[in-house]
């Protein structure tokens, strides 16, 4: 290219592409007016996390084409994790990854439909790649609609506290693993998986801010105490957008089978969760003979 005029196409060493390839490549301002419009697109309004992860990807993307970004560089500079972060303890940003993925394709479903402009996270990396969409791959938004199938709404189990003894620990534990394995039966739920549910055990954060870090609509939390063999568990499913309590619930159950209290409770726990989630099943008010509301 000469002039000053010219814009770069970014990607992979030019000279080696093949003429057609290289076609596929769109210009470093075409990038840069995609990211703004991802940015800027109601897909990612509630995700400042990603939208900061995306940046950073692209910008460093657009300055070096052969750029390797490491999973340190990026929980130190995009989620603050300080010098002593080490991602073999803290999956954030593998963690992050996946949303990203995932907030990318739900955007190209949906908004971006019609943009001309890939802008792609592939797995096993952290470093973005651009091309632009082919004319046979543009579907409508019509099409889109009706062959969508993941519009389901999500939520995260946070790991109950216990409130007794050390030996109770495996009762809030089991509970909280045991209501994650009765949800995810729900196929209209997306529900997150233990272990990054339990990456919060024993831990302050602030509830939108673990909501937006795993991506979910909603998020329960509860307590267990117990007088002997007599237990009181508290449940709560807050909305991340606004931290408001959808739903609260206090269950007493006396127990000798541990593993009976669990099934049993989280069962209960979890119809009440639905009704409170998904519109189709409002109008099935939840069991109320063996809890006492507290809203």
Not at 5 to 15: C, D, M, N, Q, R
Not at 45 to 73: D, G, I, T
Not at 114 to 136: H, I, K, N, T, W
Request: charged fraction near 25%; proline fraction near 5%.
């Amino acid at each position: 290219m000469t002039g000053n005029t010219a814009v770069e196409p970014i990607g992979p060493s030019l000279e080696a592409l093949p003429p057609a390839e290289l076609q596929q490549i769109p210009p470093r301002e075409r990038v840069q007016d995609q990211l703004h419009k991802i940015l800027a697109s109601r897909t990612f309004a509630r995700s400042k996390e990603l939208c900061r992860f995306l940046q950073f990807a692209v910008e460093q993307k657009l300055r070096n084409r052969a750029v390797r970004l490491k999973e340190y560089l990026i929980g130190v500079t995009v989620f603050e994790r300080g010098e002593s972060f080490n991602p073999g303890t803290d999956p954030i940003v593998r963690v992050q990854a996946r949303r990203l993925r995932s907030k990318l394709t739900l955007y190209y479903e949906t908004e971006g439909c019609a943009d001309s402009v890939l802008v792609e996270l592939p797995c096993g990396g952290y470093v973005p790649e651009f091309r632009l969409r082919s004319a046979a791959s543009f579907v409508t938004r019509a099409t889109i609609e009706t062959t969508r199938t993941d519009a389901r709404r999500s939520l995260v189990v946070l790991p109950f506290v216990n409130m007794g003894t050390e030996e109770n620990e495996r009762v809030s534990d089991g509970l909280t693993e045991e209501l994650i394995y009765v949800l995810s039966g729900n196929t209209d739920l997306r529900v997150v998986a233990r272990t990054s549910a339990f990456h919060f055990k024993g831990k302050t954060d602030d509830i939108r801010s673990i909501g937006e870090r795993l991506g979910v609509d909603a998020l329960v939390e509860g307590s267990v105490r117990s007088d002997g063999n007599r237990f009181r568990i508290s449940a709560g499913l807050i909305d991340v957008r606004d931290g408001g309590l959808l739903w609260s619930g206090v269950y007493e159950q006396t127990a000798d089978e541990i593993f009976t209290l669990q099934k049993d409770i989280s069962e209960r726990i979890a119809k009440s969760i639905e009704a409170h989630l998904m519109p189709v099943l409002a109008a099935q008010p939840p069991a109320t003979a063996a809890f006492v509301p507290t809203i």
